[in-house]
């Protein structure tokens, strides 16, 4: 069987120009990233953990309320899981633009590992968010491309 472009090696359909290209630039953890793309992403991924969190807020609510039919308290619990499978991949799409971002300045991304150092994790995130969100990159080419 011949390959056809239009419908990919497997069958499937390919996915969107568009669609891929945002996937890639949300969980992608090649390359670099300049300041006002990481700002708009940071503010996107941002808002989609407070709305999760706030989903997850009133879907406990309908748990543990008396006054809902049990086959809708189930349907809280569907949702609330599906609010946490939202957040988990905020939460990676938040580490690909941070790494990127530590790319630009020519560090490692595994930097943000010190974020999991008791004591030392929140100074070091307060480091990041003010290196990564103000600080500019290295004009020429680096490691990181």
């Not at 669609?19 to 941002?46: E, H, K």
């Not at 070091?124 to 003010?130: A, C, E, I, N, Q």
Request: proline residues 6%; contains cysteine.
């Amino acid at each position: 069987m011949a390959y056809n472009e239009s419908i990919g090696s497997s069958g499937a359909p390919p996915v969107s120009g568009h669609l891929r290209d945002l996937l890639l630039l949300v969980f992608s953890f090649d390359g670099r990233m300049g300041r006002q793309t990481y700002w708009l992403l940071w503010a996107g991924l941002t808002a989609v953990k407070c709305l999760s969190f706030l989903g997850l807020l009133w879907m406990y609510t309908i748990v543990k309320s008396e006054e809902v039919p049990p086959h809708l308290a189930d349907l809280g619990y569907i949702g609330g899981l599906l609010l946490v499978l939202v957040m988990f991949f905020a939460l990676i799409g938040r580490a690909s633009i941070e790494a990127r971002r530590n790319h630009d300045r020519g560090q490692s991304a595994l930097l943000l590992a010190l974020i999991f150092v008791p004591v030392l994790g929140p100074f070091f995130y307060l480091y990041l968010f003010v290196a990564n969100g103000f600080l500019a990159g290295t004009p020429e080419p680096n490691a990181y491309g």
